[in-house]
């Protein structure tokens, strides 16, 4: 079993900044990449970004160029900086640990797919 706890959401004004954190416990040898994921009101939950145990990652269209993923393998936690934020980043943001191994290459880019295990969420509010 894997737990993954999730912190640093708040409120902050559009062009600000926040730095979510996402820690993992428990049974994290069997985690290949972890990926955050994010659900706004009435919208589909989707993918913002993912990093492989080696580094790799991969970044949803919206946020490229505003959004960093990193990680610190020697804390079990992953980063996600997310510089320039507009109202439209509003939503609740999980992390998710990849143990199966779904993700991989694609005309030599790296992507994640999601694994079993799920945090509690974060919320993020952008406000205008």
């Known amino acids: 079993q894997v737990q993954l706890v999730e912190s640093g959401g708040g409120l902050v004004q559009a062009g600000g900044s926040l730095r979510l954190s996402c820690a993992a416990s428990?049974?994290?040898?069997?985690?290949?990449?972890i990926g955050w994921y994010r659900q706004a009101p009435g919208k589909q939950r989707e993918l913002v970004a993912g990093?492989?145990?080696?580094?790799?990652?991969n970044y949803a269209d919206s946020v490229k160029g505003r959004f960093t993923i990193s990680r610190d393998n020697a804390k079990n936690t992953v980063y996600l900086q997310m510089n320039s934020l507009k109202p439209e980043d509003t939503a609740v943001y999980v992390c998710?640990?990849?143990?199966?191994?779904?993700?991989?290459?694609?005309?030599?880019?790296?992507?994640?797919?999601?694994?079993?295990?799920w945090g509690q969420g974060t919320q993020v509010t952008v406000s205008s």
């Open positions: 998710n640990a990849d143990n199966n191994g779904r993700g991989g290459f694609y005309s030599g880019n790296y992507y994640y797919a999601p694994g079993d295990y």
């Open positions: 428990g049974s994290t040898f069997s985690i290949i990449a």
């Open positions: 990093i492989s145990r080696g580094g790799y990652t």
